[in-house]
């Protein structure tokens, strides 16, 4: 019987299967491609609503484990569980898509067939990653999630789409492989990919900081971290808007993840050893980010270094490893994601109008046209510079004060000055666009959102109010989770320094992971 797990990742997937299926004239398929995606995409919502019912409060493991041999030979597994750390990752990415597919985007309503499969793999290969406990079908996930924006960036992009494309794939490629040669050798050592056997094991300290960095730089490629990023800018630039919210709002969810998901579990000395460099380089990016959007006249660019600035805390809040600030982490990912595709949506309907974006100068007095789209622009502008009652606030509060509590204060000090550089460049890039006097020659074009685009943002305006004043019920769910990962560092830490029991071998570490997923 096909368990909950594995019918939300790949109910996507047998979307894109059926898109691909489909027969007929270019319009007629291309209805047809958006009614089945529409279908898929909403029926892996209700399932993933369905797991947020399921998941039991208060149990800091994890939960739904499902298990079955897939390579015997290797002793790989299928095996695929959630806990308080990945369910709400899982969730942001069930409702973000189906909103996505909705929106009105020009460049996309060509071969739709093909664009819809895509956003239907991607979703499948986000999920795997978020969901998968062997580290094989992990990095089998991992890697699914290349194919499918390679193409959104290289058929929907822009003049430069190709490079663009290119040089995504390069980058994530090549810091992959290094993940796949650690995750071999990790094997050789203990002889499975099992996540939960391995969390309990020890290597030599020097293997273990090699092994650590291999997996590091994967997950800096795709967060992206400073100065990682590089590729950020060009891929950001030349994909479709909706292309852009992926990347943004979800994959670098993926390396995020990565980091708080295999640093402490499998390498926590060698984590532990790097957190001062880790959190040098997400400060960097913090204040880089930040920096450099204030100077940006491109919308789209700017919004893309301000995601680079606020996925930066994220990390800095991964890295300070204090009980706060991961739990902070993990709400600022959610919070993010929901601000984030509430920016680049809006861009996207601007785009429409206007036959592409333009640079901010090119507008102005677009609230006298367009107050609909000026007054939810003005909501995720407040969201985005994290004003208190927003859900922005909650994530950095946490990742702040936890930051600071872990006696890397200066860090937390620092960081703080990203709210107010937000501030700067958020409210000027209003000031402009929004409220500037107004440009007589927009004003043929500066159609006003209508029902259905309100509709189309409204939960991502409800979600983002909602956690803002009323976290609780995500930080009741994600706490002991993010608690147990840390107390599980420590105790390996202790370990290796021979403070405690030495740690248990592989035989009976199989065992307690078997017995845990019995109970």
């Keep these: 019987m096909i368990g909950t797990l594995t019918a939300l990742i790949f109910l996507p997937a047998l979307g894109a299967l059926a ?24 029926l892996t919502l209700l399932l993933g609503l369905w ?5 039991e409060l208060g149990e800091p493991g994890m939960q739904l484990l499902e298990r079955a041999s897939w390579i015997p030979a290797l002793n790989v597994q299928y095996l695929v569980g959630v806990d308080g750390i990945s369910l709400f990752l899982v969730l942001l990415t069930v409702v973000l898509v189906p909103l996505l597919l909705l929106v009105p985007w020009e460049p996309v309503r060509e071969n ?9 793999l991607l979703e499948t290969g986000l999920l795997g990653v978020f969901l998968a406990l062997d580290l094989v079908l992990f990095y089998v996930f991992w890697e699914a999630m290349l194919i499918p924006m390679y193409f959104l960036i290289g058929v929907w992009g822009g003049e ?9 794939f390069l980058y994530t490629m090549a810091t992959s492989v290094l993940m796949l040669v650690a995750i071999i050798v990790l094997y050789v050592q203990f002889g499975t990919f099992d996540l939960l056997a391995l969390q309990g094991t020890a ?22 971290l400073w100065p990682f990023h590089s590729w950020l800018p060009d891929a950001y630039r030349e994909a479709p808007v909706v292309g852009t919210v992926l990347m943004a709002a979800l994959m670098s969810k993926a390396g995020l993840y990565g980091f708080l998901r295999f640093g ?4 926590p000395n060698a984590f532990g050893e790097m957190i001062p460099y880790l959190l040098a380089l997400a400060l960097v990016g913090v204040l880089y980010g930040a920096l450099v959007a204030v100077v940006q006249g491109d919308l789209k660019r700017m919004v893309a270094y301000s995601s680079l600035s606020h996925v930066g805390l994220v990390a800095m809040g991964v890295f300070a490893m204090s009980a706060l600030s991961l739990a902070g982490a993990v709400l600022q990912m959610i919070s993010h994601g ?7 949506l809006l861009l996207a309907l601007l785009a429409e109008r206007f036959g592409g974006l333009r640079p901010m100068d090119a507008y102005g007095g677009l609230m006298h046209f367009m107050p609909r789209l000026g007054a939810l622009a003005l909501i995720f502008v407040f969201a985005n510079v994290a004003l208190p009652g927003t859900s922005n606030f909650v994530g950095e509060f946490l990742i702040l004060v936890g930051t600071f509590v872990a006696e890397y204060r200066v860090y937390a000090i620092l960081g703080a000055f990203v709210a107010v550089l937000s501030a700067i460049y958020m409210l000027w890039m209003t000031q402009r666009v929004f409220h500037n006097p107004p440009r007589e020659e927009l004003r043929d074009r500066a159609r006003d959102l209508t029902a259905k685009e309100v509709a189309l943002l409204a939960p991502l305006v409800l979600l983002v109010f909602w956690i803002g004043i009323y976290p609780k019920p995500l930080l ?12 599980n560092a420590q105790a390996r830490v202790e370990q290796t320094l021979g403070i405690a029991d030495p740690a248990p071998d592989l035989e009976d570490t199989l065992t307690q992971a078997q017995k845990e997923e019995g109970r």
């Design 19 to 42: 898109i691909a299926l489909l027969r007929g004239d270019r319009d007629r398929a291309d209805a047809q491609a958006r009614r089945v995606a529409l279908t898929f995409s909403f």
């Design 51 to 55: 797991l947020l019912g399921r998941f």
């Design 112 to 120: 739709y067939r093909l664009y819809a499969a895509m956003v239907l």
């Design 160 to 168: 430069r789409r190709g490079y663009a494309a290119m040089k995504f």
């Design 203 to 224: 290597m030599a300290p020097a293997r273990e900081l090699w092994l650590f960095l291999a997996f590091a730089a994967a997950f800096a490629v795709k967060t992206p």
């Design 264 to 267: 402490p579990t499998l390498f």
């Design 338 to 344: 929901l601000v984030i595709a509430g920016v680049f």
């Design 476 to 487: 009741q769910r994600i706490e002991p989770s993010t608690e147990m990962l840390l107390l």
